[in-house]
């Protein structure tokens, strides 16, 4: 997966397909074309026990650090070491969370150098959940809510495009990995081939590679052109 995704629909529609307390305070904005430390839609369990839409900023930063400044390293998490890895350990035991996306970009290059984007997303227009983990910073400023992406290795069309692709939660996955108790084996299993049937790789316009765009138009299907390999430009 790259570091890019889109996450557009609001706080009332995400709070009630998660049957969850919206908490966004009315901060949340659409935006087409997510990129590392922007402010992103996140589904928690409380401190109180109920689900909790929050906005949280993308890029993990671990209580421990001394900044925030290393967060755009840190927006995935290796479903191979993240339970055990001394920066997202902790997290992923205690305090996980689902993503909410509509879908994510990745490039791929083309004969000549050229890198065709495409756009994976769900032919039925349903939301997806990306595996998370959350963790609070508290800085100078106040407290500061992060959170990280798992992703694991790509499966059937999907690694056509990239070697890598978030950890896909379908609906029936999203209790037990908020589940504090789950186990780590079970939790990080990727989903159903059938089920990833489910989505499209949409070639898109080359204007998602700059993070100043935003826009329906950016996931809007082009002209494709023949893959070859993928691009080296994923922070996954």
């Given at each position: 997966m790259c570091g890019r995704y889109a996450t557009t629909r609001s706080s009332g529609d995400l709070s009630g397909l998660f049957d969850s307390a919206d908490e966004t305070d009315g901060r949340?904005?659409?935006?087409?074309?997510?990129?590392?430390t922007d402010p992103v839609p996140l589904v928690r369990v409380s401190p109180e026990g109920h689900r909790a839409l929050s906005l949280g900023r993308?890029?993990?930063?671990?209580?421990?650090?001394?900044?925030?400044?290393?967060?755009?390293?840190?927006?995935?998490?290796?479903?191979?070491?993240?339970?055990?890895?001394?920066?997202y350990a902790r997290a992923f035991a205690r305090r996980r969370c689902l993503v909410p996306a509509d879908g994510w970009y990745e490039w791929v290059r083309q004969p000549g150098g050229r890198k065709q984007p495409y756009y994976m997303t769900p032919l039925d227009g349903s939301v997806l959940a990306f595996a998370?983990?959350?963790?609070?910073?508290?800085?100078?400023?106040?407290?500061?809510?992060?959170?990280?992406?798992?992703?694991?290795?790509?499966?059937?069309?999907?690694?056509?495009?990239?070697?890598?692709?978030?950890?896909?939660?379908?609906?029936?996955?999203?209790?037990?990995?908020?589940?504090?108790?789950?186990?780590?084996?079970?939790?990080?299993?990727?989903?159903?081939?059938?089920?990833?049937?489910?989505?499209?790789?949409?070639?898109?316009?080359?204007?998602?590679?700059?993070?100043?765009?935003?826009?329906?138009?950016?996931?809007a299907r082009v002209s494709p052109t023949p893959r070859v390999e993928p691009a080296d430009l994923t922070l996954f």
């Open positions: 949340l904005v659409a935006d087409h074309n997510v990129a590392p993308w890029g993990l930063v671990p209580p421990w650090s001394r900044s925030p400044a290393g967060a755009a390293r840190m927006i995935n998490a290796r479903a191979e070491t993240v339970a055990t890895s001394r920066a998370g983990i959350w963790s609070v910073w508290d800085g100078p400023g106040g407290p500061l809510l992060t959170c990280g992406v798992v992703t694991t290795d790509a499966l059937g069309e999907l690694a056509e495009v990239h070697d890598r692709m978030p950890l896909l939660l379908p609906p029936d996955r999203w209790a037990s990995w908020l589940d504090a108790a789950g186990a780590a084996a079970e939790l990080l299993a990727p989903p159903p081939l059938g089920w990833l049937a489910g989505l499209e790789i949409r070639p898109v316009g080359p204007a998602v590679g700059d993070v100043r765009n935003d826009g329906p138009e950016l996931t």
